[in-house]
């Protein structure tokens, strides 16, 4: 019975957004008409259109030139997966880096912890535009002295991903970083910490064991958000590093408001499915899925 009432509350988690999505865009298409009465029609109009878009999506077709129309689903599939890739794999090298960072700032002693956590503070202070604009011309003044490109600074006819990876993993490291860090200072002053050094385990033992598994929490708690966070770095990178990606494809259909729907709907999709599995991975360390108290 809970299985089942955790599948539907997903499920209408999931087309309340998608009908939320659908409403904002129909009221894009109709706001201009306000105070007048035929605001509504329009409104109701647009947003019934939307909603069969979604039934009829393998029928709608996007302009790709004055004299070149194609198929939406083999058109959007090539910059949605690539954009996806980028993401998923700065997700996971922020996680890396913060957790690895977090791991060994723990264990130095208190006066260099300091210098980590001031440091961290003052990169997180740097806007991503910045880290991104440097990097670049980096790797151009090597590239100039000694003749060796160490990985393409924008995207050509060939799509980049290190650069891009990197970029929009960085602030979202610092972030986890100093979540991570918080959290293993949370729990490193509760009693069961000082049972377990009591015993005789050591401080490495105790973090790993114990204290990693909780600090999770925390992380899986707000990673969603992180997600959103470098969303926006992505449509940043997208633009400074000349990628083909989701957000471009977007732009340049804004004149088609049933494929911005169907768009913003598959980039919900991934951001929902994180957050469900957080959502499961935090009752599972919790103990709330085993029935433990």
Avoid at 92 to 114: D, M
Avoid at 166 to 173: E, F, G, H, N, Y
């Amino acid at each position: 019975m809970k299985k089942w009432k955790l599948a539907l509350t997903v499920l209408a988690d999931l087309f309340l957004t998608i009908f939320t999505i659908m409403a904002i865009i129909a009221f894009a298409q109709s706001y201009s008409l306000f105070p007048s009465p035929q605001m509504v029609t329009v409104f109701w109009q647009q947003f019934q259109q939307l909603f069969w878009s979604f039934f009829s999506i393998r029928d709608i077709t996007v302009s790709l030139s004055q004299w070149h129309n194609a198929p939406l689903l083999s058109t959007m599939m090539e910059p949605y997966a690539y954009s996806l890739i980028i993401l998923w794999g700065a997700l996971a090298v922020s996680f890396l880096i913060a957790v690895t960072g977090a791991y060994i700032c723990f264990l130095l002693p208190r006066p260099l912890q300091k210098m980590v956590k001031g440091i961290a503070f003052f990169l997180e202070s740097i806007p991503d535009v910045i880290f991104i604009f440097s990097t670049q011309l980096f790797v151009i003044w090597v590239f100039k002295k000694t003749d060796l490109l160490i990985v393409n600074p924008v995207a050509g006819f060939d799509n980049v991903y290190v650069l891009p990876i990197v970029m929009i993993s960085i602030l979202p490291s610092i972030l986890l970083f100093q979540m991570t860090f918080l959290a293993f200072t949370e729990e490193k002053d509760k009693p069961y910490v000082e049972y377990a050094l009591a015993k005789g385990l050591s401080k490495t033992a105790v973090l790993w064991r114990h204290m990693f598994r909780n600090a999770l929490i925390t992380v899986f708690s707000n990673v969603q958000y992180l997600f959103w966070f470098m969303l926006s770095n992505l449509l940043v990178a997208e633009y400074l590093f000349n990628m083909h990606g989701f957000f471009r494809f977007l732009y340049e259909q804004l004149h088609t408001p049933e494929v911005v729907a169907i768009g913003l709907a598959m980039l919900f999709l991934p951001f929902y499915i994180i957050d469900v599995a957080g959502k499961r991975v935090i009752a599972y360390l919790t103990g709330i899925e085993r029935g433990v108290a």
